[in-house]
T-cell receptor, first 112, second 115 residues
Framework: QQPVQSPQAVILREGEDAVINCSSS?????VHWYRQKHGEAPVFLMI?????EQKGHEKISASFNEKKQQSSLYLTASQLSYSGTYFC?????????????FGKGTLLTVNP | GAVVSQHPSWVICKSGTSVKIECRSL??????MFWYRQFPKQSLMLMAT?????????EQGVEKDKFLINHASLTLSTLTVTSAHPEDSSFYIC???????????FGPGTRLLVL
C-alpha cells in the first residue's frame, strides 16, 4: 500500500525548518527516507525500524511512532543543498516479502 | 555509505532493439536487488525484485518476457529491455539492500530513450 506523504510541496528560506510526514494505514516493518535531486537517483538518508525510534543528527532527523504507522522527517536550519524531492519508502510485509513502496514525494525548495 | 553502480547512464536506441542495464553493489553483498522505473515528476515504481540465483519476482502489470532480469552473483543484477518501444523510454533505477541493517541504496540510474 502506498504511504501518504504530506505536504506535497514546501518552500523555505535558508535557515528555516520543515517537517515532512509519511503515514500508512498498516503497521510497518520499516521506513526509509530518501532525497532526490532533479535528474539524479534517490540518495539514502536513514532507515527506521523500531516503534518510538528517533534517529539522525541535529540538522536532519526522523521519528517513527509507537504504532509504527507514521514517520516524520525533520529538517532544521535548512541549507540550499537540502532542496530536492523527499520520498519515504515503507515496507509493510517484512521478511522474505520485503519490498519498499514509495510515497508520491514532497518537493522542498530552499531559497536564499 | 554503500555504493551501487549502474551502467550505462544513458542509452538511446532504435525501436525494436534490446538494451541491457547492469547494476552492481560495489562494497557490499546484496542477496536482493530491485528494479524501479520513474517517469518525470512521479514516484518510484517497483518493477521487480531480483534474488541471487533464483527467478525474479515481477510486480503486477510488468511483463516478465519484456523486462528480463538476471541476478548472476551477490553483487550483479542485469535488466534487459527486449524489443524496446518508445513507451519504454524512462528512467530505470536499480537498488540493492544490505544484508545487515536492511538499508536499501540506489544506483545512479539509466535514462533510456527509444526512438
Amino acid at each position: 500500500q502506498q504511504p501518504v506523504q504530506s505536504p506535497q510541496a514546501v518552500i523555505l528560506r535558508e535557515g528555516e525548518d520543515a517537517v515532512i510526514n509519511c503515514s500508512s494505514s498498516k503497521a510497518l516493518y520499516s521506513v526509509h527516507w530518501y532525497r532526490q535531486k532533479h535528474g539524479e537517483a534517490p540518495v539514502f538518508l536513514m532507515i527506521l525500524l523500531k516503534g518510538g525510534e528517533q534517529k539522525g543528527h541535529e540538522k536532519i532527523s526522523a521519528s517513527f511512532n509507537e504504532k509504527k504507522q507514521q514517520s516524520s522527517l525533520y529538517l532544521t536550519a535548512s541549507q540550499l543543498s537540502y532542496s530536492g524531492t523527499y520520498f519515504c519508502g515503507t515496507d509493510d510485509s517484512g521478511g522474505s516479502n520485503y519490498k519498499l513502496t514509495f510515497g508520491k514525494g514532497t518537493l522542498l525548495t530552499v531559497n536564499p | 555509505g554503500a555504493v551501487v553502480s549502474q551502467h550505462p547512464s544513458w542509452v538511446i536506441c532504435k525501436s525494436g532493439t534490446s538494451v541491457k542495464i547492469e547494476c552492481r553493489s560495489l562494497d557490499f553483498q546484496a542477496t536482493t536487488m530491485f528494479w524501479y522505473r520513474q517517469f518525470p515528476k512521479q514516484s518510484l515504481m517497483l518493477m521487480a525484485t531480483s534474488n541471487e540465483g533464483s527467478k525474479a519476482t515481477y510486480e503486477q502489470g510488468v511483463e516478465k518476457d519484456k523486462f528480463l532480469i538476471n541476478h548472476a552473483s551477490l553483487t550483479l543484477s542485469t535488466l534487459t529491455v527486449t524489443s524496446a518501444h518508445p513507451e519504454d523510454s524512462s528512467f530505470y533505477i536499480c537498488s540493492a539492500r544490505e544484508i545487515q541493517g536492511g538499508s536499501q541504496y540506489f544506483g545512479p540510474g539509466t535514462r533510456l530513450l527509444v526512438l
